[in-house]
């Protein structure tokens, strides 16, 4: 092919697309009214990347992630990869049982997720599946059906009773602790260590975790962008759910790869909005 296929872990692509393109903008996010660039997406991910190490996550763990489209989803998927963590991809719409077969089948440490989510109750539907007696405050949790569960995050500001707030994660107390340590994991970080598990649909059975590498995503990832001949002028409305390939490869790290910018409209698909904000600069 014209272009060599890439040796960059998930985290490297932030890294080059912040030197490259400091000060272009990375996300727009109408419904948080949020913009972050290159520059600010990076230092972001990186503070977070040091807060789960923080918490005591090590190269190799599990941290799912239950959330429709927002920045902290964008946040954890080039966190995670940072710190060489896992990200498990959990479908909005998953009910509790759909929750408990994901978390038993990859023994994620941490799970990260919305308080809701149009009808579901995402908190109490953990409450329901863990029981009463496995919250032990500040986020902590001890489950006999689940016992590589240890941390559960909400995002926002406030959590609910049990559980640790995203904003508390990156509290620069933790960040400060393991402030070196991150350097030393990224060291440590090469393509072909799996970065991501993806589950099928389960149309035909039980869905299946698909573990992917830093190489399978950042490749599938750049081709396509090169095929769409994206460039940092480019504005890409991005509707799709991110914790499907379409969104978080083909959609934000795509972009990341020839610095476009990724506009998320809303938590999920709505026609009207997105025909409406993707006026202008904003390329559909």
């Known amino acids: 092919t014209e272009h060599p296929l890439l040796h960059r872990t998930v985290g ?19 419904h948080q009214r949020l913009r972050l660039t290159y520059r600010e997406l990076d230092h972001q991910a990186t503070r977070l990347a040091n807060s789960f190490l923080a ?14 489209n927002n920045a902290e989803w964008v946040l954890t998927q080039f966190a995670t990869a940072r710190a060489g963590l896992i990200l498990v991809n959990l479908n ?32 109490g539907m953990v409450h ?46 933790q960040r400060a602790v393991h402030g070196l340590r991150l350097a030393d994991v990224a060291r440590t970080l090469e393509p072909h260590q799996p970065i991501n598990i ?11 975790g698909a573990t992917l590498t830093h190489f399978n995503i950042v490749n599938n990832a750049f081709f396509v962008a090169e095929r769409m001949r994206l460039t940092p002028a480019d504005r890409l409305c991005l509707p799709v759910p991110l914790y499907h390939c379409f969104g978080m490869v083909l959609g934000v790290l795509a972009a990341a790869t020839h610095g476009a910018t990724i506009v998320l409209t809303g938590e999920s698909f709505d026609a009207e909005a997105e025909i409406g904000r993707a006026s202008g600069r904003e390329r559909v």
């Open 12 to 30: 490297e692509v932030l890294t080059c697309a912040a030197e490259a393109w400091p000060g272009h903008e990375a996300l727009v996010i109408h």
């Open 55 to 68: 918490m005591g996550l090590a190269p190799g763990d599990r941290v799912g992630i239950w959330s429709p």
């Open 92 to 123: 909005p719409a998953y009910r509790g049982i759909e929750l408990e077969f994901a978390l038993g089948k990859v023994g994620c440490r941490m799970l990260i997720l919305a308080p809701c989510f149009k009808s579901s109750d995402y908190v």
């Open 128 to 173: 329901a599946l863990l029981g009463p007696s496995a919250f032990q405050g500040s986020g902590r949790v001890r489950a006999d059906r689940f016992p590589a569960l240890e941390w559960i995050v909400q995002l926002g500001s406030r959590a609910s009773n049990g559980f640790l707030s995203f904003d508390e994660l990156c509290t620069p107390g």
């Open 198 to 208: 993806q589950f099928t649909s389960g149309t035909t059975g039980q869905p299946k």
